[in-house]
């Protein structure tokens, strides 16, 4: 079965310490998607990328967060320095691009808790 | 920003048809209604989609009125296994692909 992964799974980690997220997304899939989900907020979108280029990232606070896409089976989500308030569960999403109205398919989360 | 309104919560008994409304007053002609759920904790799945017909696959069925500004998304035998936030989001197909999420309606199936 096809599907995206993302690791860690869980992370547990000081306040100040630098956060790296990884996502391995579906093959041939050309959208990457981060997401962040929290009880007050819901499911926000931080940033996408399609053909690994970043086309939309208004939704992530630019200070400390970044997103990259090292190569096509490789998305990185990074927080640095990381805060209590980013205690959330961060999902990764990819799907086929632009006229193609198809589903997009989720990881499984990585859960962050900052102390 | 969400363009859809939905219940914050419906119930369900097992067995039965669960039908989950949403509006999508403000939905453009280049827009698809889009459903996904979330159960508990993990990604959320993608259930069905459409832009004017009704459509069915193995899991839902999308019923989509004439002028287009409501749907309802109907699972036609509700198990406890279909427990789950539903999220109806409106998303652009030529264009952006981002998908928006709302708020969703948490199903409740019970026994």
């Known amino acids: 079965d096809a599907r995206v992964t993302q690791t860690p799974r869980h992370k547990v980690t000081e306040m100040g310490q630098e956060v790296t997220m990884r996502c391995q997304p579906i093959l041939g899939h050309n959208t990457v998607f981060w997401y962040r989900q929290t009880m007050m907020q819901g499911l926000e979108l931080l940033a996408y990328f399609r053909n690994r280029a970043p086309l939309d990232d208004s939704g992530m606070p630019k200070d400390r967060f970044s997103a990259e896409m090292p190569d096509a089976t490789l998305a990185t989500l990074k927080i640095q320095p990381s805060e209590p308030r980013d205690s959330a569960v961060y999902f990764c999403?990819?799907?086929?691009?632009?006229?193609?109205?198809?589903?997009?398919?989720f990881g499984e989360g990585s859960r962050l808790t900052v102390l | 920003d969400a363009k859809t309104t939905q219940p914050p919560s419906m119930d369900c008994a097992e067995g039965r048809a669960a039908n989950l409304p949403c509006n999508h007053s403000?939905?453009?002609?280049?827009?698809?209604v889009y459903w996904y759920r979330q159960i508990h904790s993990q990604g959320p799945q993608y259930i069905i989609h459409?832009?004017?017909n009704n459509e069915t696959n193995e899991m839902a069925s999308l019923i989509i009125t004439e002028d287009r500004k409501s749907s309802t998304l109907i699972l036609p035998h509700a198990t406890l296994r279909d427990t789950a936030v539903y999220y109806c989001?409106?998303?652009?197909?030529?264009?952006?692909?981002?998908?928006?999420f709302g708020k969703g309606t948490k199903l409740t199936v019970n026994p």
């Open positions: 403000t939905i453009s002609g280049n827009e698809y």
């Open positions: 459409g832009l004017k």
């Open positions: 999403a990819s799907g086929l691009g632009q006229g193609a109205p198809g589903e997009l398919f």
């Open positions: 989001i409106v998303r652009v197909v030529y264009g952006s692909e981002k998908l928006v």
